[in-house]
Structures are given as C-alpha cells and as structure tokens.
C-alpha cells in the first residue's frame, strides 16, 4: 500500500511539474534559436545590406551582376536559418520565443521574394529597403525583451 501511495504521489508531482517546465524556454533552445536568427541577421547585413548601400548593385557597379546573384544566394540562406527559427516555435510556451516567432513568418517570405528576385538577376530595391525595415524591427523586439540578436558569422555555401 505504501508503495502504491508513494508512487501515486511521484506520478502526480512529475504530472503537474511537467507542464511548469515545458512553458519556458531552456537556456539551451533559446540560445539556439538566437543564433540561427544572428546567422540570418549576418547573412543580410554582409551580403545584402552593406553591398546595397555601397552602390554594388546598380547599373555600371563592377560586378554587379555577380553581386545581385550573391545577395539572392545569401537570402535564401537566411530564409532557410529563419524557417528553422520558426520551427523551434511552433510547440513553445517560452514569451519571448512566441513573440520574436510571430514576426518570423512575414519576415521569411520577405526574404524569400527579395531572394528570388535577386538570384534571377533582378535588383529590387524596394524589397531591399522593406527587408532591412522589417530586420530593425525584428531586432528591436528581441532587444526589448531583454535578446540581443548580434550577426555570427558562419560560412555560406557559394558565397
């Protein structure tokens, strides 16, 4: 009997302590989903934003036409690391990872159009501007729940 009683009581205990930790987030996935959103962030800053604002992609820049394709390239890789972000929330109680999650859908097929666009060779500067506005904003969010996404620097395939 006494075994029954404790073994109720452990089942119990794990059964109501159980959704207590599944509602936020461990250190673990949200550093995880920090960085693929940091990988993304770097992916646009380097090969988007910064050869944009340098004047690469418009007509007579030197290369611009290798610089248009690799933007497109470096889109897509961002696209892919922000689709993984947007699985991590899918099942999460975590605030912070709800928050930042609901912004990155819009966030993703932005990126995939502006992408598509320049991986054909068609400079979209409007879609770039739009993207670097929503890129503030989604940084800004984490920012304001206490997450500072900083780009890592990874290597993408091509680039």
Same mark, same amino acid.
């Given at each position: &009997?006494?075994?029954?009683r404790?073994?109720? &009581?452990?089942?119990?205990? +794990?059964l109501v302590?159980a959704?207590?930790?599944? *509602?936020? $987030?461990?250190?673990?996935?949200k $550093?995880k @989903? =920090? @960085?693929?959103?940091?990988v993304?962030?770097?992916?646009?800053?380097t /090969?988007? /934003?910064?050869?944009? !604002?340098?004047y690469?992609f418009?007509t007579?820049? %030197?290369g611009? !036409?290798?610089?248009?394709?690799?933007? #497109? =390239? $470096?889109l897509a890789?961002? *696209?892919y690391q =922000?689709n993984s972000?947007?699985? &991590?929330?899918?099942?999460?109680?975590d605030?912070?990872l709800?928050?930042?999650?609901?912004?990155? %859908?819009?966030?993703?097929?932005?990126l995939t159009?502006v992408?598509?666009s320049?991986k054909n060779? !068609?400079?979209d500067e409007r879609?770039?501007q739009n993207?670097?506005?929503?890129?503030?904003?989604? +940084?800004?969010s984490a920012?304001?729940? #206490?997450?500072?996404i !900083? %780009?890592v620097?990874? %290597?993408i395939p #091509? +680039?």
């Amino acid at each position: &009997m006494r075994r029954h009683r404790s073994a109720l &009581m452990l089942s119990t205990a +794990l059964l109501v302590a159980a959704p207590a930790q599944q *509602a936020q $987030a461990t250190a673990f996935e949200k $550093a995880k @989903f =920090v @960085f693929h959103l940091g990988v993304a962030y770097y992916a646009f800053n380097t /090969w988007v /934003w910064r050869p944009y !604002r340098e004047y690469r992609f418009q007509t007579g820049a %030197p290369g611009q !036409r290798a610089n248009i394709v690799k933007a #497109g =390239v $470096a889109l897509a890789f961002a *696209a892919y690391q =922000v689709n993984s972000a947007i699985k &991590m929330t899918r099942n999460t109680q975590d605030p912070f990872l709800q928050k930042i999650g609901s912004l990155l %859908p819009g966030y993703q097929k932005s990126l995939t159009q502006v992408g598509n666009s320049l991986k054909n060779g !068609r400079f979209d500067e409007r879609g770039i501007q739009n993207l670097n506005r929503s890129t503030t904003r989604l +940084l800004e969010s984490a920012q304001s729940q #206490g997450q500072v996404i !900083r %780009p890592v620097a990874v %290597p993408i395939p #091509g +680039l």
